[in-house]
C-alpha cells in the first residue's frame, strides 16, 4: 500500500541532544512537509521541500534541520537549540503544490 | 497575511443530530485553495476537501456537504446524521497562491458525538 511512514511513533530526548525523525513516502510524491502539533492547536508549518535537494523555512524553524537528498525521504532533526520539543511531530506529502497532503501517523516526541 | 479561525473549539452532540463546522479564513491572495482535514484520535490527517477561490459551487458527498460563500470568507462545513465514528478533531486550511504553497490552518474543532 502506497503511504508515509513515520518513525519511530514515540521518541525521547535528553538535555541536549539532537534527534532525528523519519519520514518516508512511496506516493512518489514531489513536495514534503514537517509540520508541529501541541495539544489544542493546529498545525504549524516547521519546513517543506518541493523538490529534491531544495527545501524552506516554514513558520516555526528555529532550532530545527532538515535534509532532502532523495525524493522519498524527507529527515526532521531536532536541535538541542529547540528549547521546548515536546509536540506531536506530522509529516506529509503532495503530488504539487497546492494540492491535497497526505499524512503520515506522527511521532510524539518527549523531554526524559 | 493568512489566517484560518475556527471559533469553536468543541462540539457535543447526540447521534443523529446534523452539526455544522465553522470556518472563517482571512488572504490577500485572490487565487487560494481552502481544504478541510479530519483527524481521528489514531493521530493522522485524513483529507477530506479541496476547493479553490473561483469555485463558489457548495459540494456534497454522503452525509458530509460544504458551503463556501467569499462574500463572508467562510468555508462551513456540515455533518448530517451525525455518527460516532465522526468523532475527532476538524481543521480547515488555507494555502493561497502567493504563499509557496504553505497551508495554514486553524485551531480546530473537536467533535464529539456521543450514543
Known amino acids: 500500500d502506497g503511504g508515509i511512514t513515520q518513525s519511530p511513533k514515540y521518541l525521547f530526548r535528553k538535555e541536549g541532544q539532537n534527534v532525528t525523525l523519519s519520514c518516508e513516502q512511496n506516493l512518489n510524491h514531489d513536495a514534503m512537509y514537517w509540520y508541529r502539533q501541541d495539544p489544542g492547536q493546529g498545525l504549524r508549518l516547521i519546513y517543506y521541500s518541493q523538490i529534491v535537494n531544495d527545501f524552506q523555512k516554514g513558520d516555526i524553524a528555529e532550532g530545527y534541520s532538515v535534509s532532502r537528498e532523495k525524493k522519498e525521504s524527507f529527515p526532521l532533526t531536532v536541535t538541542s537549540a529547540q528549547k521546548n520539543p515536546t509536540a506531536f511531530y506530522l509529516c506529509a506529502s503532495s503530488i504539487g503544490t497546492f494540492q491535497p497532503q497526505h499524512f503520515g501517523d506522527g511521532t510524539r516526541l518527549s523531554i526524559l | ?115
Open chain 2, 1 to 115: 497575511a493568512q489566517k484560518v479561525t475556527q471559533a469553536q473549539t468543541e462540539i457535543s452532540v447526540v447521534e443523529k443530530e446534523d452539526v455544522t463546522l465553522d470556518c472563517v479564513y482571512e488572504t490577500r491572495d485572490t487565487t487560494y485553495y481552502l481544504f478541510w482535514y479530519k483527524q481521528p484520535p489514531s493521530g493522522e490527517l485524513v483529507f477530506l476537501i479541496r476547493r479553490n477561490s473561483f469555485d463558489e459551487q457548495n459540494e456534497i458527498s454522503g452525509r458530509y456537504s460544504w458551503n463556501f460563500q467569499k462574500s463572508t470568507s467562510s468555508f462551513n462545513f456540515t455533518i448530517t446524521a451525525s455518527q460516532v465514528v465522526d468523532s475527532a478533531v476538524y481543521f480547515c486550511a488555507l494555502s493561497g497562491y502567493n504563499q509557496g504553497g504553505k497551508l495554514i490552518f486553524g485551531q480546530g474543532t473537536e467533535l464529539s458525538v456521543k450514543p
